[in-house]
């Protein structure tokens, strides 16, 4: 039991291409290239012809999560290279008139709460903010950087020492999506074990 393996096949969809060496991957669009490392024991990378084979050493609950992780992983670097990420937030406010700004890599959000000094949110990586009036909108090819942002400007706007029951006020995220619709023959299939 402790020498069985657990394999699962990427079918790489069109216009991907994906290279793998043991631990790392090369994903290719037709004009951008990502490189992602995953660094663990227990799982090796090999490259089939169109297909990435992940295999997993000893079979068990630990192995198939970290599998499933390197997978979703794999999806989403696809996803945003092929398509982009794309988040929208909303500034709400009851109390007093709140406006955000973009200067360089970050984000001021003026008069929060009547508060004198503007509080500032990090722009991670090469994300795009755009604001217009009171919405927000996050684009990226990566949804690492795209996410970190958005949570950046949650976490800026957090409302500390009062009822937050009444004040209500902050920028919330209201809806992720992509930047393009991703067409319906576009399809990222995963198996259980080799193809």
């Not at 090469?126 to 949650?154: F, P, R, Y």
């Amino acid at each position: 039991m402790v020498d069985e393996e657990i394999i699962r096949t990427i079918k790489v969809p069109q216009g991907i291409t994906i290279d793998a060496n043991e631990h790392q991957i090369i994903v290719k669009t037709d004009n951008e290239e990502y490189k992602k490392e995953f660094k663990s024991h227990r799982i090796r990378i090999e490259k089939n012809g169109n297909s990435i084979i992940i295999i997993g050493k000893p079979a068990n609950k630990q192995t198939s999560a970290l599998l499933n992780t390197i997978i979703a992983h794999i999806e989403n670097i696809v996803y945003g290279l092929k398509f982009g990420f794309k988040y929208e937030m909303k500034i709400s406010y009851s109390h007093f008139p709140m406006t955000a700004e973009q200067k360089g890599n970050k984000i001021f959000i003026k008069n929060f709460i009547g508060e004198k000094h503007p509080r500032e949110a990090q722009i991670v990586g090469n994300t795009k903010v755009e604001i217009k009036g009171q919405d927000l909108t996050i684009t990226g090819k990566h949804i690492e950087e795209v996410s970190q942002t958005s949570a950046n400007i949650i976490l800026a706007t957090k409302v500390k020492r009062k009822d937050i029951r009444r004040f209500t006020d902050g920028i919330y995220l209201v809806k992720k999506g992509n930047i393009q619709d991703i067409p319906e023959d576009f399809n990222f299939q995963v198996i259980k074990g080799r193809e």
